[in-house]
């Protein structure tokens, strides 16, 4: 029977965080729960990690180059470093591996606890997250973990446990207050009445016993459990990128608002002729660059950027994207300038071209090269990954929610169920609904293995069909698809804005004040500009040299006429969809709901479909419909990019190999989650900008001497015109 001795255990002491700080402070230096003497004779379990499989073993592989990269292009400029403790108070259970008897206490001096833990009881608390995450096993994830103790294997489980005095859970963090000398609790719990702050003294008597957690190489002369991180600062390629588009966009003197009209102009067709050179209408070439830019970027990026740096991170967003119209300008005349129309009418362009040719014209012809083979290596890694296995992998998870979606909330429904059970001490009602809950977890995951399969198989076939047949099909396929998603998710997203029409105008405000009133990853103003940039660079790729590619397959003979169509891009991307979502957003309050963000953990796009539901219950369902034609029209667009790369590096004739492996990247990304492979591919998105904005600004004075030509030609009258 489950006694109240361990119900009490269970569900912990909760006392008010209306504590006074020095009375809490005070009791904490008095703790005596465990000394420290007991604590060292606690036998050490030796942990066995559980067998891999083979794609865990490639993401392990790749997770040595994803933190270096991440070490290299997030590098900080600026950056400050912040010294903090984590409280992880625990009890640690043991039994013979095997055995379906109770759980043992590793420290029979933990006189506080239980010292045995029936099966039933840890389900109890692995139901009430009161466990550190066990071991995935034969398909199925067990409670506990495998390892050995004084050479016997065992399996054991990890009792999280909260402060007995309140206030203090496991997990929480403090930060080292050098002027106070003492810790500041972060999180959840900061700013609250009864904020909470630790002595010196307390934090010690924690460490005595074993309540923190510690460093396995702290530095010389630091203690165990003070650890540091650095907060504050500028990623290089944030820099790098947002640097680039200031620089283009002064260059080019503001042409991206003096020649905003004339480029509306290009994309309606006035001046499209159908002779000119080229495999695709300057609309199509807009659309597929729009297709591999327009989609999850614009549904999770806004909201990530907000509930990280709140509503001013917008302001930098909108800002970025202002400033990225010009980059696109600049690398999109470059990639029609430089391409390379073939016998056969088909066209390679793109950074890897210009890099080469354009840096060679200069005389700077080695350094062409290596930049231009180091983008294109870059370009079809992304390609793979980010622009295709993370695609098909989120559009999936979107897809199988939607059918899921009963179950999820019955799901939910159970999980309230249990916690109110658990409240009122009724453990045998608590038991039965996680029976339940568990059975409907395996018709879950029973789907969920089935469709994934099924919609690989699928969505493969789609990708197939259009990649296989270029350029031309792509931009047809694009041409439809990008603007019904467009005027779909436009027109859910203006219905909210005007029926509540009276508060846009102060939440306009709102974002533009808390753009320089922000306190975003405790990095003040600058956390706040970091987290917009940074989103809206993975937003529209402004900088990043892709969407050239699909530019220089336009039909036309005027570069620079390609170059006004590119600065549509960000314009679209990040001006309008951005904003119509910021603002809803802002409407629905989702950026700062604790409930939805810290209790549901709701993010990206996630949150921001629960912020549609509030206001348009059945939006998503549509929602997931738009997410699965974004990420399938990105993937489209990638692959042609990722293609063109390899073009350039292994020739035309061996180009179907790639299409062959992209199309088995699409099934393999809908069924594996392979997180430091998509990691590693999203990086080498960001790491493009480097090689091409370098090249491009080298490049950038002949863009500005033809785009004065071309000017004057206009102004001039010279262009025919056909619509």
Known sequence: MFSIKNLQFVFGLSLSLTISNVAFAQAATNESQVSSSSISTIPVIEEEPPAKSFFQN?????????????????????????????????????????????????????????????????KVLAAQGKLIDGHSLSGETKPYRLGKLNGQAV????????????????????????????????GKKRNLPGEIFITQSAVDKWSEQGFLKTSDDPPQGQPAYLLSEEIGGIPIVVA??????????????????????????IVRGKYDNPNETGEVTHFQALASALSA??????????????????????????????????????????????????PDGTVLGGPMRYLKVGLAEMKLGLLGSILSVVFAVMCILASFGGGNMLQANQSGSAMLQMFQQDRLENISVLSNEIKTAAKAENVDEMLALQTQ???????????????????????????????????????????????????????????????HLTEVPSLIGLIFTEAFNGTAMGGGIIGVLVVGVQRAAFSNEAGAGSAAIA?????????????????????????????????????????????????????????????????????????????????????????????????????????FIYKIMAVI???VGTIVNLGSVLDFSDMMILGMAFPNILGVVLLSPKVRKDLQAYWT???????KTYK
């Open 155 to 186: 399996e054991y489980i990890t009792v999280k446990q909260d402060n007995p005095i309140g206030g203090v859970s496991y997990g929480d963090r403090f930060a080292f207050r050098p002027a106070n000398e003492d810790y500041q609790i972060l």
């Open 240 to 265: 790098w990128l947002a640097l680039g588009g200031v620089f283009f966009t002064l260059f080019m003197r503001g042409f991206n608002f003096w020649g905003f009209r004339h480029a509306l102009d």
């Open 58 to 122: 490639v993401d392990g592989t790749f997770k040595t180059a994803v933190d270096f990269m991440e070490h290299v292009l997030f590098y900080r400029l600026g950056r400050s470093e912040r010294e903090y403790i984590v409280f992880e108070r625990n009890s640690i259970y043991q039994r013979a591996r095997g055995s379906d008897g109770p759980y043992q206490n590793t420290n029979p001096q933990d006189a506080d606890q239980p010292q045995e833990l029936s099966a039933e009881e840890v």
């Open 713 to 719: 030609r206009y102004k001039a009258d010279e262009f």
């Open 293 to 342: 830019t327009i989609g999850l970027g614009n549904i999770a990026g806004v909201t990530i950027a907000m509930t990280i740096g709140g509503p001013g991170a917008f302001f930098w967003m909108l800002l970025c994207g202002l400033f990225g119209m010009c980059s696109k300008f600049t690398e999109c005349t470059l990639g029609q300038k430089y391409r390379h129309v073939k």
């Open 437 to 499: 809950k568990e059975a409907l977890q395996t018709e879950i995951d029973t789907f969920e293995n089935k469709f994934k399969w099924i919609y690989g198989v699928v969505l493969a076939a789609l990708v197939g069909a259009v990649i296989i047949g270029g350029i031309k099909r792509i931009g047809a396929a694009a041409s439809k698809i990008v603007p019904s998603m467009c005027i779909m998710y436009s027109l859910a997203c203006l219905y909210i804005i005007f029926t």
């Open 665 to 667: 990247a699409v099934f």
């Open 551 to 655: 530019h220089s397959a336009a039909k036309t003979e005027e570069p620079i006429r390609e170059g006004c169509v590119a600065l549509l891009g960000p314009f679209i991307d990040t001006i309008i969809v951005c904003s119509m979502t910021a603002l809803v957003i802002l409407i629905t309050g989702a950026w700062d709901n604790n409930e939805w963000t810290v209790e549901q953990g709701l993010k990206g796009a996630a949150l921001t479909s629960r912020a549609f539901q509030e206001e348009i219950s059945w939006f998503p369902v549509l929602l997931s419909i738009a997410v699965t034609l974004f990420a399938y029209s990105t993937i489209i667009s990638w692959s042609y990019y990722g293609e063109k790369a390899w073009e350039f590096l292994f020739g035309a004739r061996s180009t």
